[in-house]
C-alpha cells in the first residue's frame, strides 16, 4: 500500500518567490496536516485540513496557506519566501481528525531558499 | 515555550543491550502521546502510542511507559539492534475541543547509536 506521497521531493526558490507544495494522503485518510521541520528541532505544526475545510492552524504568517482537494489529497503555498522558509516540509495523514489518531509522515519536500 | 522537551541530544548503547529514550512535557491537557523514528532524507515513522488513560504500551521490542504525575514518559527498545540507529522524536497532542486537536507537538529529537 502507498503510504503518503510527497512532490517535489527537493526545491531551490529565491527570495520573493512563491512555491507549492503536494501530498498525497494514505488511501482511506481524510485529514492532511503539514509541519515545518529545521534542522536541529522537532516537526512544528502548520495547518490541519480534515473534509477540504481548516481545521486548525499553527503560529505562522499568513503567507502560509493551504487547501484539500475532494480526493483528500493537498497543496501548501507560501509566497514571498524568505531565507528562514527554508525547511524540510512534512505531510501527514490519519484517518479522522481526532488527537488519538496516530498521524503518519511522508518523506517531506526540501526547499531552499537563495 | 517548549511544551514537549527531549532533554538529551543524543544517546549512545551497545548492542542486544537497553535504550531508554526520555521526554517531558509541560501541558496537562496532553491526551495521546506518540513516538516517531526518523532516518535521514525519510519522514518520521510511527512507532508507538499511548493515551493517557494507560501507563504503559507495548509493541514488540518498543515500549511507552507513561507517568501523569511527573509528566514524562519514556521509550524503551529492548534488545536494541544497529537498525535502530536513527533520531527519535516524542510528540504529543490534546483534544481540548479546539480547532487544534489534530496538532501534534514535538521534541527536539534524541539521536540513539547502537553500536554492534
Known amino acids: 500500500d502507498a503510504g503518503v506521497t510527497q512532490s517535489p521531493t527537493h526545491l531551490i526558490k529565491t527570495r520573493g518567490q512563491h512555491v507549492t507544495l503536494r501530498c498525497s494522503p494514505i488511501?482511506?485518510?481524510?485529514?492532511v496536516s503539514w509541519y515545518q521541520q529545521v534542522l536541529g528541532q522537532g516537526p512544528q505544526f502548520i495547518f490541519q485540513?480534515?473534509?477540504?475545510?481548516?481545521?486548525g492552524r499553527g503560529n505562522f504568517p499568513d503567507r502560509f496557506s493551504a487547501r484539500q482537494f475532494p480526493n483528500y489529497s493537498s497543496e501548501l503555498n507560501v509566497n514571498a519566501l524568505l531565507l528562514g522558509d527554508s525547511a524540510l516540509y512534512l505531510c501527514?495523514?490519519?484517518?479522522?481528525?481526532?488527537?488519538?489518531?496516530?498521524?503518519?509522515f511522508g518523506d517531506g519536500t526540501r526547499l531552499s531558499i537563495l | 515555550d517548549q511544551q514537549v522537551k527531549q532533554n538529551s541530544p543524543s544517546l549512545s548503547v551497545q548492542e542486544g543491550r537497553i535504550s531508554i529514550l526520555n521526554c517531558d512535557y509541560t501541558n496537562s491537557m496532553f491526551d495521546y502521546f506518540l513516538w516517531y523514528k526518523k532516518y535521514p532524507a525519510e519522514g518520521p515513522t510511527f512507532l508507538i502510542s499511548i493515551s493517557s488513560i494507560k501507563d504503559k504500551n507495548e509493541d514488540g521490542r518498543f515500549t511507552v511507559f507513561l507517568n501523569k504525575s511527573a509528566k514524562h514518559l519514556s521509550l524503551h527498545i529492548v534488545p536494541s539492534q544497529p537498525g535502530d540507529s536513527a533520531v527519535y522524536f516524542c510528540?504529543?497532542?490534546?483534544?481540548?475541543?479546539?480547532?487544534?486537536?489534530?496538532?501534534?507537538?514535538f521534541g527536539q529529537g534524541t539521536t540513539l547509536q547502537v553500536k554492534p
Open positions: 488511501s482511506g485518510h481524510k485529514s
Open positions: 501527514a495523514s490519519s484517518l479522522e481528525r481526532q488527537s488519538t489518531q496516530p498521524q503518519h
Open positions: 510528540a504529543a497532542s490534546a483534544d481540548d475541543g479546539s480547532s487544534n486537536t489534530g496538532k501534534l507537538i
Open positions: 485540513y480534515y473534509e477540504k475545510e481548516e481545521r
